[in-house]
């Protein structure tokens, strides 16, 4: 005789989203059955977090200057390098990190800035003459480990990664001290009233401050640590 009693429908829950199960009624229903919820199972598995290195930040951009973007990990790395030329036997504060990074956000800003007008002027022969000395420098540095071999670590900076952003800082100081030197000869009032009070820009770093356009990303005022893998990695311009 039929059992004609009306069926009963199951449910459980996966990831706090109830599911209903269909009931049972042969081997293949059975099989089906187990299928869906391994199906289930995975895909939540799959879409959930296992751990805080899942979500660890690779990089980020922060900045954009005429429509050329700059990332975070360039920035430290153009940070780390201008520590790694210096003499200073102490570098507290020399690298980026959350107590300075709204300052070093601002300056790398100013850098790359003059960085795109140098490269626009060309004619810095007296950089490539440097690159040599600076490099080997660095390279010793990075031989004796501390904060400067730490920092390249984690940001993945081989010899390459290195020599491009050298060349930056050594552009940018470069064309800073030719600007300045100009300046000084062509408005002495000017030059020594900007070198005299902090946080008046020379005249020839503020007009070009102003035909600048300038852009910072959402989030970029909030330090973030990064973990760059190779597929993130950029050196960009």
Not at 26 to 55: D, M, N, R
Not at 107 to 124: K, N, W
Not at 165 to 192: G, I
């Amino acid at each position: 005789m039929a059992d004609h009693r009306p069926l009963r429908y199951n449910a459980i829950m996966i990831n706090q989203v109830k599911v209903h199960i269909q009931p049972l009624r042969s081997y293949y229903s059975y099989y089906s059955y187990c299928l869906s919820i391994c199906t289930l199972i995975l895909c939540w598995t799959l879409a959930a977090p296992t751990s805080a290195a899942a979500q660890q930040l690779g990089d980020r951009l922060v900045v954009a200057i005429n429509q050329v973007p700059y990332s975070q990990r360039q920035l430290e790395l153009y940070f780390a390098v201008r520590a790694g030329i210096r003499t200073d036997t102490d570098q507290t504060g020399l690298f980026v990190d959350r107590s300075n990074w709204s300052a070093s956000l601002a300056l790398f800003t100013e850098d790359m800035m003059i960085l795109q007008e140098a490269q626009r002027l060309g004619s810095f022969g007296s950089v490539d003459a440097m690159l040599e000395k600076y490099s080997a420098q660095l390279r010793a540095r990075r031989a004796t480990g501390g904060a400067f071999a730490a920092t390249l670590k984690r940001l993945g900076a081989d010899d390459q990664a290195l020599a491009h952003a050298l060349e930056n800082v050594l552009r940018v100081a470069a064309f800073r001290r030719s600007k300045n030197r100009q300046e000084a000869q062509a408005l002495p009032n000017a030059a020594a009233a900007a070198q005299a009070q902090p946080g008046v820009l020379a005249k020839w770093l503020a007009d070009l401050s102003n035909r600048a356009a300038t852009r910072i990303y959402a989030g970029a005022n909030t330090f973030q640590t990064i973990a760059p893998t190779q597929r993130s990695r950029g050196d960009g311009p």
